[in-house]
């Protein structure tokens, strides 16, 4: 039995270290195919770079000028040099300047990304601490008046917009009750209102998720067993509710990125001084190396989320670097 059990476990490590070192390859063209899509956005936007660097620093674009900085940019050159010179200096954290203040992107964003993080973690909290419990209530209580309620309230929130959400919010909570900063980072009860406006969304989704989950693993034959030999109820629904998390898990580690990435509408409607006002700023004064540095770190931020989310599946679910 147990030379039978280590066997298992060896056959088991040697299909998750497979599973792990194929995922880990198919990352590498997956970045380098990123990388070009962002370098090429510089390519197909409409005008000129140079003349737009000219023009965000109010300088007149002559021909002259345009040469210049065209020369200053290295937009004289070949395209696939400048995308190898360019690929070169991001994997050593060199994303170029910004148009507007001359100022390295990579800083830029550098002190932009805490206040984003911050606001994900409080909205993160929010999903966990409101979704749970009220999932597996609706899925102890099925049917109730309750269950009815919220299945409402997930609907409702799953179709309004974040934009009209937080608006509402600021209304009610900050002009009408005083209880809420409007915008900014004034006071520690400033990220509430725009994390619950990050959060709302998802916290419908995983209030659904967690109860259709619960309930279909009702149904399964071990609770049919578990109740003939009369097991407690408690005991059964926190079996039910193991069984139930790996689909949730899941769902959880690929919103962490969308959290991120998310978050620029909130962070705009609240003046949230993080990467996605950053970006829409940018998008607003065409400061290209700001808007290419954004779709090429959320987009590898997807990535590599995606590869952890799937070895942790996987090491749940044996089934699944199998068939990998």
Same mark, same amino acid.
Request: proline share 6%.
């Given at each position: 039995m147990g030379f039978g059990r280590n066997c298992d476990d060896m056959q088991r490590g040697a299909f998750m270290r497979n599973y792990m070192i194929k995922?880990?390859?198919?990352?590498?063209?997956?970045?380098? $195919?990123?990388?070009?899509?962002?370098?090429?956005?510089?390519?197909?936007?409409? $005008?000129d770079p140079a003349e737009v660097a000219l023009r965000v620093n109010e300088i007149v674009p002559t021909p002259e000028a345009i040469a210049l900085m065209r020369e200053q940019l290295g937009l004289d050159k070949p395209f696939f040099t400048r995308y190898v010179e360019w690929l070169l200096a991001v994997v050593q954290g060199d994303f170029g300047n910004s148009y507007v203040n001359n100022k390295s992107v990579f800083q830029e964003f550098i002190m932009a990304l805490p206040a984003t993080l911050y606001l994900s973690a409080v909205a993160l909290i929010f999903i966990i601490f409101i979704s749970v419990p009220i999932g597996v209530l609706c899925a102890v209580y099925e049917g109730s008046m309750g269950d009815i309620f919220v299945r409402v309230f997930i609907f409702l929130a799953t179709a309004m917009p974040g934009f009209w959400v937080g608006l509402l919010l600021i209304w009610l909570f900050s002009v009408q009750? $005083?209880?809420?900063?409007?915008? $900014?980072m004034q006071a520690a009860n400033s990220v509430v209102l725009p994390a619950f406006t990050l959060a709302l969304t998802y916290i419908a989704t995983y209030i659904r998720?967690?109860?259709?989950?619960?309930?279909?693993?009702?149904?399964?034959?071990?609770?049919?067993y578990a109740k003939a030999r009369g097991l407690k109820e408690s005991i059964i629904y926190r079996h039910i509710f193991k069984n139930s998390l790996n689909e949730v898990l899941t769902a959880l580690g690929m919103s962490i990125p969308k959290l991120i990435a998310g978050s620029v509408i909130?962070?705009?409607i609240f003046a949230w001084p993080g990467v996605g006002r950053l970006c829409v700023s940018a998008i607003f004064n065409r400061d290209f190396p700001i808007i290419q540095a954004y779709v090429l770190m959320m987009a590898v931020l997807f990535v590599i989320c995606n590869l952890i989310v799937d070895i942790l599946s996987a090491s749940l679910d044996p089934r699944i670097s199998q068939d990998g």
């Open positions: 995922r880990i390859l198919w990352i590498l063209p997956m970045l380098v $195919g990123i990388s070009f899509f962002a370098f090429v956005l510089i390519t197909l936007s409409p $005008g009750l $005083g209880l809420f900063p409007t915008s $900014g998720l967690i109860r259709n989950n619960m309930i279909e693993n009702k149904q399964e034959n071990y609770v049919t909130v962070e705009n």
